[in-house]
């Protein structure tokens, strides 16, 4: 539950700081003094949209802090997600925080650390349920109606298996169709994978061979003067010349025989000596190799032109399929593995289609129990919906549900019936309601008047969150359009709901705020030409003068009446805790 909340250059909101107990707590206070302000401020600390231009006039940005005491299911779920982020502190509770600056930036905070808005929106969503007045339109989108449904039915686990098999059945299809589209260009995409397939192969490129290519055209071009440089190489090393002048091995031969004569002498010149034969030695192997390889450089321009083919060859095949042979090779695979599936493609639609009739069946047979889990659901929503309303001065009213099924060739398969489906199941629902005695169940968004629509609004939220797992509940204003003779039963109902959740509610009904366990009043004044919403803990006798305002002015009729809505109130507490 919400145990802390603090709010700084909000709106008008100039700085509040306000503990909450568990339990049913009401907010009270003048229009337009900033009751609903403080509602905007929590649903943006839960992830809603930033909006710059609610931070106050001159200050740099909103801030917004709340701490949350966890517990039950929902702090479960809260600690889940925590220790899977790696944000979780305290065991037993959590601080999240919301700045919106003014040029637009938002940053969102959880236990202190930076995290990004889905984080922050699906925390949030596991502690706290906004009921604001746009939500009566809730009831008039027929869209959201089997979403209400399930809630009550308490079915997730039965939706998501439909949902779970619902996306496998689509990615068969999507196969299917692709598969379909392939075979009807088959022929023609055989033809041209074949011929690249073909045309890689007969090449037999290998890893690796163009560098080599590349030198041996190098080597080639330039046989000549390959060959003259080692014949020069080998004449200078080994061969005497042609005026008799000696070669280097006899030079060093010369060296050789006078460095061993002088070793001889001074045996301290041994190390030389040996060098010089050593030198004598490499100078004779370094004439053997050269005179191999000139043996090997030949001018051959056919071998050259079978290069420059080949190079050119692998060139294009690059140009075709990629940037290296190791590209090309690549391509070729995928190619044959296209070929396979083509060739096989009969077979695997085949495949496709079996299995497409299988999750056909069970979807079938998943939607058609879920169906019956909700129509079972309805009657009793139905039943204690239409309970509430008659609380709520509306006897005689009667709320129904239409679910039904569309007929579909390509739909689940039900016995001998094809029924339509979506991600959610088979059902199109829809909620109905006859407002007075002696109508005929008409779809609610067509006949509901205001009054009546905040009225089932109550009815069905009080329904719904007896079976409702998130721990605090925050209804703005959904007393709209109901009067002061029906405040009472709605503040009972609230109170009796806030006996498991945490309840928040604005309200301008006395009556309903009699029931209230913690009362703030929300009021706006004006300093140093600003204004600035405060809020006050009212306790005991301090609320009696302000529900004497709600109920008109504060004469002492007004303050009698108020003191006998908060003597009401405690008795029927009294008497439900007892009972």
């Not at 000549?224 to 280097?248: I, M």
């Not at 077979?347 to 999750?359: F, H, K, V």
């Amino acid at each position: 539950m919400l145990t802390d909340l603090h709010i700084q250059d909000f709106a008008i909101i100039d700085r509040l700081d306000l503990t909450f107990g568990a339990g049913f707590v009401v907010f009270t206070g003048e229009t337009g003094a900033g009751k609903s302000i403080i509602i905007d401020a929590v649903e943006m600390l839960l992830g809603g949209r930033g909006d710059s231009t609610l931070i106050r006039t001159d200050a740099p940005a909103a801030v917004i802090e709340g701490t949350f005491h966890l517990q039950g299911r929902a702090g479960q779920e809260v600690a889940e997600v925590l220790e899977r982020e790696g944000l979780q502190d305290e065991p037993q509770s959590v601080v999240l925080g919301r700045e919106i600056r003014r040029e637009g930036r938002s940053i969102c905070r959880i236990n202190g650390r930076t995290v990004g808005l889905a984080l922050l929106r699906e925390v949030g969503d596991l502690l706290v349920d906004v009921h604001g007045q746009s939500e009566h339109l809730s009831l008039l989108r027929v869209r959201e109606h089997i979403a209400l449904l399930d809630r009550f039915a308490q079915v997730e686990d039965e939706r998501e298996g439909f949902t779970e098999r619902y996306d496998r059945l689509t990615a068969i299809r999507r196969e299917l169709d692709e598969l379909r589209q392939r075979e009807k260009d088959a022929a023609r995409r055989i033809e041209m994978l074949t011929f690249q397939v073909n045309e890689i192969e007969s090449s037999a490129l290998k890893p690796g061979e163009l560098a080599g290519l590349q030198d041996e055209r190098t080597r080639l071009g330039n046989a000549e003067q390959l060959a003259a440089l080692t014949d020069q190489a080998v004449a200078a090393l080994d061969e005497a010349g042609e005026t008799g002048e000696p070669s280097a091995r006899d030079l060093l031969g010369r060296a050789g025989a006078a460095l061993h004569s002088l070793a001889k002498i001074d045996s301290s010149r041994e190390p030389e000596s040996a060098e010089a034969q050593a030198l004598l030695e490499q100078a004779g192997e370094l004439a053997r190799r050269l005179r191999v390889y000139r043996e090997s450089v030949e001018f051959s321009p056919h071998r050259l032109d079978e290069v420059e083919e080949r190079l050119g060859l692998i060139r294009s095949l690059e140009r075709k399929y990629g940037g290296s042979i190791e590209a090309v090779l690549a391509h070729a695979q995928a190619a044959r593995q296209e070929l396979e599936t083509i060739t096989h493609a009969e077979e695997r639609i085949r495949t496709l289609e079996a299995d497409e009739a299988a999750g056909l069946a069970e979807l079938g047979a998943l939607g058609n129990r879920l169906s019956q889990a909700r129509r079972k659901a309805g009657e009793k929503l139905s039943s204690a919906i239409e309970a509430e309303l008659a609380d709520l001065r509306m006897a005689g009213a009667r709320f129904g549900i239409d679910l039904n099924w569309e007929d579909d060739p390509a739909g689940a398969a039900v016995g001998e019936r094809r029924v339509a489906f979506g991600r959610a199941g088979l059902d199109r629902i829809e909620f109905l309601v006859a407002p007075n005695p002696g109508e005929g169940l008409k779809p609610l968004a067509k006949i509901a008047s205001g009054g009546e629509t905040s009225r089932l609004m109550l009815g069905l939220k009080g329904v719904l969150a007896r079976a409702d797992r998130t721990p605090t509940l925050i209804f703005d204003e959904i007393d709209q359009g109901i009067g002061g003779r029906v405040g009472g039963v709605v503040g009972e109902k609230l109170w009796r709901l806030a006996r498991t959740h945490q309840v928040l509610c604005i309200t301008h009904l006395p009556q309903l705020a009699s029931f209230g366990d913690q009362h703030f009043k929300v009021e706006k004044e004006v300093r140093k030409g600003r204004t600035v919403t405060t809020v006050k803990d009212l306790a005991d006798e301090a609320r009696v003068p302000e529900l004497a305002l709600m109920l008109g002015t504060a004469s002492e009729a007004t303050m009698e009446s108020a003191v006998d809505l908060l003597r009401g109130a405690t008795e029927t507490k009294m008497k439900a805790s007892r009972a």
